[in-house]
């Protein structure tokens, strides 16, 4: 991640290794290393869910059933279950116990139970295997922290064909040996769009597992319906977003629009060979399918899942994650809700730390309200980066709750899709607030600050000013 400069400052999320950069001391874990500013909040003994659930962060205003009340759900329930090991139908058990099996939270309608079985009956890509996709479901259901961003390796068998899918059919041997270097030591800048599938899986599961059904069909596709004032409350500014972003859609009316979301061509191939040949740790057909999706999303359709990169625009000149207002433009899409990208960092001309935009106090103030108020909080933070001179480097990852402790400095527990951890991990707030360059909240929160200006218009600004200079 840099500091880019194309007449105003933005920061762009990608994803690092902490331990590799060795800023901060670490200490062993049996599942890995993590900072030494965060703890793990251990899951319970039959690893089925984490042991912390943060009440108002999974309460969703959907009526919540945890029992069959018709014949098809029955029947449905009973043919999924007919494909299931002795494992999974405890996970499926677990699904409508908690009630999240028959929540109706999407986009047409439909329960999480509908699309599971959508998925076993229907038709999948070819190269997927439908209880695959259905256990990895489940995994996400009873444990939504499984959600990772860590990159997949390319098998022997196959490397040959990717390099010469990357590569153009090349025959020059630095080429291909660069090429081969890159696929052996990536490690992907994808974490704004982990934390948005993170997110998605957590408040919206019916919505999240019909896009699941929509991505692992032949069509690798899904359409969403869209209320024009949760990109703006300005109708002609959230057009101009759609189009500013190449997003395919269909105005319905001056209210609503019809997106359709995909991953990139790319992303399937990917998501063909974790079928036979996930690692443990790496990610899923789901992970790779959802941010694919999301990184062409805000990345103007050019990411290619192949190399993890992603086309420089009028914003940015960088190849790789996305910049604060291109994820929350995602999240907005994607979750149907007004997010707004509030900067809390001032960054000077070097790309260093040069003040703050609000005091701490406030800043854990606007991230406790929209926690009160149900939502989860995807932040980026930042950290000097001694390998590039002091200047900024950063990740994003997801705040899920808050704990107070009797000595003030309290905790936040926090997703993160890059620490190698099925689990929340916890992060004093005297170690994070000050750290925190954006956070997305919701708008109600956003705009009680009337100097506020959202990210995205100040970007919108920065374009017009661009194209008249040109």
């Not at 009526?63 to 329930?77: A, G, I, N, P, Q």
């Not at 704004?192 to 929509?214: H, Q, Y």
């Not at 319905?252 to 191939?269: G, M």
Request: hydrophobic share 30%; charged share 25%.
């Amino acid at each position: 991640m840099q500091i880019f400069n194309n007449g105003c400052f933005y920061i762009y999320m990608d994803s690092v290794n902490l331990n590799n950069i060795k800023l901060y001391s670490t200490r062993e874990i049996p599942s890995g290393n993590i900072l030494s500013n965060t703890a793990i909040t251990q899951p319970d003994t039959n690893n089925q869910c984490v042991s912390f659930r943060n009440a108002s962060a999974y309460t969703s205003a959907v009526t919540v059933r945890t029992s069959l009340t018709t014949k098809d759900e029955k029947k449905k329930y009973n043919e999924i279950s007919e494909e299931l090991t002795s494992k999974y139908r405890q996970k499926l058990n677990y699904a409508l116990k908690s009630g999240i099996l028959l929540k109706n939270n999407s986009n047409d309608k439909s329960t999480v139970l509908d699309n599971l079985y959508k998925i076993i009956t229907e038709e999948r890509d070819p190269g997927l295997d439908k209880n695959t996709i259905l256990n990895e479901c489940l995994d996400i259901i009873t444990n939504p922290y499984v959600i990772t961003q860590t990159c997949e390796d390319i098998p022997k068998e196959y490397k040959k064909q990717v390099v010469g899918l990357i590569t153009g059919m090349s025959e020059n041997p630095n080429v291909i040996k660069q090429v081969e270097y890159e696929l052996d030591n990536m490690h992907t800048g994808t974490c704004p769009a982990a934390s948005i599938e993170f997110d998605l899986a957590t408040k919206n599961p019916a919505e999240f597992f019909r896009m699941v059904e929509g991505l692992t069909s032949p069509q690798h596709a899904v359409t969403k319906t869209i209320n024009m004032d949760s990109l703006s409350t300005k109708s002609a500014e959230a057009i101009w977003l759609l189009n500013a972003f190449k997003t395919p859609h269909v105005m319905n009316d001056f209210d609503t629009s019809e997106v359709l979301l995909k991953p990139d061509e790319n992303a399937i191939i990917r998501a063909r060979i974790q079928n036979n040949h996930r690692d443990k740790g790496e990610r899923s057909i789901i992970d790779v399918l959802m941010q694919s999706t999301f990184m062409q999303l805000g990345s103007q359709q050019t990411y290619n899942s192949l190399i993890d990169k992603r086309a420089p625009n009028l914003w940015t000149q960088e190849d790789g994650g996305l910049i604060d207002f291109e994820k929350t433009y995602v999240e907005s899409v994607v979750e149907d809700k007004n997010t707004t990208s509030v900067t809390y960092q001032k960054v000077d001309e070097n790309g260093k730390l040069s003040g703050y935009e609000k005091d701490f106090k406030t800043i854990k103030r606007e991230l406790l309200e929209a926690l009160k108020l149900g939502h989860n909080v995807i932040i980026g933070y930042t950290w000097p980066d001694p390998e590039n001179d002091g200047k900024l480097a950063g990740h994003e990852v997801t705040i899920v709750g808050y704990k107070p402790k009797p000595n003030g400095d309290g905790v936040f527990i926090v997703q993160d899709s890059d620490d190698e951890l099925s689990v929340p991990i916890e992060m004093k707030e005297s170690y994070l607030l000050p750290k925190i360059h954006h956070a997305g909240l919701p708008d109600s929160i956003a705009s009680k600050d009337f100097q506020y200006e959202d990210s995205w218009k100040i970007g919108v600004d920065e374009y017009q000013k661009i194209k008249k200079q040109n």
